[in-house]
């Protein structure tokens, strides 16, 4: 990546910022402070995009609450764009209106809203009058009563019984439903009753004024709610054939997106009257060809230099052919910082060594390689779905090999078509390890990958550190404690096996050298001696420092999962090959349900298996290998040019 600064006539600078945008290459980043006041940004190229993506985003919105272009559940699974060509976007762009838009679908919602208020309103008057159903006078009428005076009381279970018990003569009540009392009384007694009924400390509740009886405001309020239903089954409808107009939109809305996204760049372009400034960081490949369009086509300079230390770089990680599909995995930790490294490369093998490990079943892995290949055919356009389907494939090629290893094919299945069958043979001749007749040598196994990639993390920081020149850091964060970590090895394989005298004494010797060295360097940057020397002794624990015995111990220890979840997967599909045998003896239906167990079984455990067969792997990764060396924190290079959060632009308007 190169720092550039270009350099163009002041009216030059509108085609060359149009010509930046298209060929998209130059990453746009502020220019510094040197420049005086009279430098100011440039025009915006469209006044209102930012107004246009606020209101088509609404109705996007709007448009997938009704189930227009919703993606699949696979298309959820990782980040997908919808594919469209730059002619359509245009096209797209000038057919949508966004404000005639926004505006429909600011009246449709209203709309819908009132409706549900109404039939909210009804619904609630209605469960208020079903109380009623049983009076046979207008509910209006008892409020107006000239002599009697009738009031409506809930009453708990001891006012109910006080009432019983002490109700004076002058007061009539009624039970109208649960706790819902009718009381009445003369209005000449009214001070008595009221005080009388106070006394038991009712809640008061009000009386419906409604003219009608309350059975015939129920048949009317029966029919609105009839109606307004229609009328929203009326409005789903007219709002579902508006939402279909949805990919559209979408294509409107990712032009509008790149427009914004435009102007907003433009703003880091400064010009006066006389010069255009552009500054950003271009990939050195572009460097020659892009200095050349500039002097050539606008009269203008261009001026390079390579990133320093502690320049905000962005990073383009430019892998091609078969580690491409697993940059997704170092994508879920971030892009890593410009001057450090890039792990794709060298954790390819060790994630589909380790999804093989747990899957590790021939059948279910060409069961994957298929279902890959169908996918990635199917979502052939949609790079990071293909890429991501990609990357399973290269999983299912592991899975086999693994499976063919350990003896396992779709659990045991060879077992149950005759002692001694051909793929009963062919299998056995392919096992090197069966983990269940010997889990010892299968958990050593596991030990010693996790050693094995905990060493490979530190060389990775060895070399990340040798790289930018950091050779002290490259030593005292590595290679010390390769020596420190190598003499715990040594020293801890002594309690599982007899180890010859000298290897123990090299050991020990590792053991004091490492340590030494360690507790003097570690805390390297302490102003004290005796804060440098307290520093190094509790790095070795793992307290503080770049590692620690603990850390080792520990994240050594996680690899034992890969074991773990390797056994899981064929133990689970051994119980169902049992129960599939089991019900094989059933009589006239024991083959149906043989097959019927065996396809259920299986396809259960491989769905299931591949969840923890890619999550613990991908931990073990981002975790314990990762935390060995891994920088991220970097800047993702983002070219000016077109740019959609929604959709991926190719060029060309043609069939």
């Avoid at 679908?105 to 009058?129: F, I, N």
């Avoid at 005080?195 to 129920?218: K, M, N, Q, W």
């Amino acid at each position: 990546m190169k720092k550039v600064t270009a350099l163009v006539p002041a009216d030059a600078l509108p085609s060359f910022t149009a010509s930046l945008h298209k060929r998209a290459v130059l990453h746009l980043t502020k220019v510094g402070e040197e420049l005086p006041d009279s430098y100011r940004p440039s025009a915006k190229p469209e006044d209102g995009a930012h107004d246009k993506v606020a209101k088509l985003e609404q109705v996007m919105a709007f448009c997938e609450s009704y189930g227009a272009a919703k993606k699949s559940f696979v298309e959820s699974l990782v980040s997908s764009r919808t594919v469209a060509r730059t002619t359509e976007l245009e096209a797209a762009a000038r057919r949508i209106n966004p404000n005639a838009l926004h505006s429909e679908v600011g009246e449709l919602r209203a709309r819908h809203d009132t409706l549900l208020q109404r039939m909210a309103s009804v619904e609630k008057e209605t469960e208020r009058l079903r109380a009623f159903a049983g009076v046979a006078v207008p509910l209006d009428a008892l409020l107006h009563l000239r002599h009697i005076h009738v009031a409506l009381v809930r009453l708990g279970n001891r006012a109910q019984e006080e009432l019983e018990r002490a109700c004076p003569e002058t007061i009539v009540y009624e039970r109208l439903a649960g706790d819902l009392f009718w009381v009445a009384f003369p209005r000449e007694d009214e001070s008595a009753a009221e005080a009388f009924i106070e006394s038991l400390g009712p809640a008061r509740e009000e009386i419906p004024a409604v003219e009608s009886t309350a059975r015939e405001r129920l048949a009317s309020l029966a029919a609105e709610k009839h109606k307004l239903l229609v009328e929203l089954s009326e409005l789903d409808a007219e709002c579902r054939a508006f939402a279909q107009g949805g990919n559209e939109v979408e294509l409107a809305l990712g032009y509008w997106q790149s427009e914004m996204h435009r102007a907003d760049g433009l703003e880091k372009v400064l010009h006066s009257d006389r010069i255009g400034v552009v500054h950003g960081y271009l990939p050195a490949v572009h460097l020659e060809s892009f200095s050349r369009d500039v002097r050539a086509q606008f009269g203008g300079e261009v001026l390079s230099e390579d990133p320093k230390p502690g320049d905000r770089v962005p990073v383009k990680v430019s892998l091609r052919g078969f580690f491409r599909p697993v940059r997704l995995l170092v994508d879920m930790f971030g892009v890593p910082d410009y001057f450090s490294i890039d792990p794709t490369p060298f954790l390819t093998f060790t994630f589909l060594a380790f999804f093989g490990i747990c899957f590790s079943d021939v059948v279910y892995g060409l069961g994957l390689i298929a279902l890959s290949a169908i996918l990635m055919r199917k979502f052939r356009q949609q790079e990071s779905l293909r890429y991501f389907f990609q990357l399973f494939l290269y999983c299912g090629v592991s899975t086999c090999v693994f499976g063919a290893l350990i003896g396992s094919w779709a659990g045991d299945l060879f077992k149950y078509f005759g002692e001694g069958n051909v793929l009963q043979r062919f299998a056995q001749s392919l096992t090197v390890l069966d983990p269940l007749s010997d889990p010892i040598t299968a958990l050593l196994c596991a030990v010693f990958i996790g050693v094995a990639n905990q060493y490979f993390g530190i060389s990775m920081l060895i070399w990340r550190n040798w790289r930018r020149g950091d050779r002290k850091g490259a030593l005292y964060d590595g290679g010390l404690w390769y020596l420190y970590l190598t003499g715990i090895v040594i020293l801890c394989s002594g309690m599982f096996a007899t180890l010859p005298g000298v290897l123990k004494g090299v050991g020990a010797c590792l053991l004091v050298l490492g340590a030494i060295g360690l507790v003097l360097t570690q805390g390297r940057d302490q102003e004290t001696l005796a804060g440098r020397v307290i520093f190094g002794v509790v790095s070795l624990y793992g307290i503080l420092g770049s590692y620690g015995a603990t850390g080792f111990v520990g994240d050594t220890l996680s690899y034992t999962r890969l074991l773990a979840l390797g056994l899981t997967t064929g133990i689970v599909g051994m119980s169902f090959n049992i129960l599939a045998d089991i019900a094989a003896g059933l009589p006239y239906i024991g083959l149906i349900m043989f097959v019927v167990i065996l396809i259920f079984g299986h396809t259960f455990n491989f769905f299931m298996s591949i969840i923890g067969s890619f999550v613990h792997p991908a931990r073990l990764i981002l975790l314990e290998f990762f935390g060995r060396f891994y920088e991220p924190g970097g800047i993702r290079y983002e070219p000016f040019g077109f740019r959609s959060e929604r959709v991926e632009a190719i060029t060309g308007g043609g069939e």
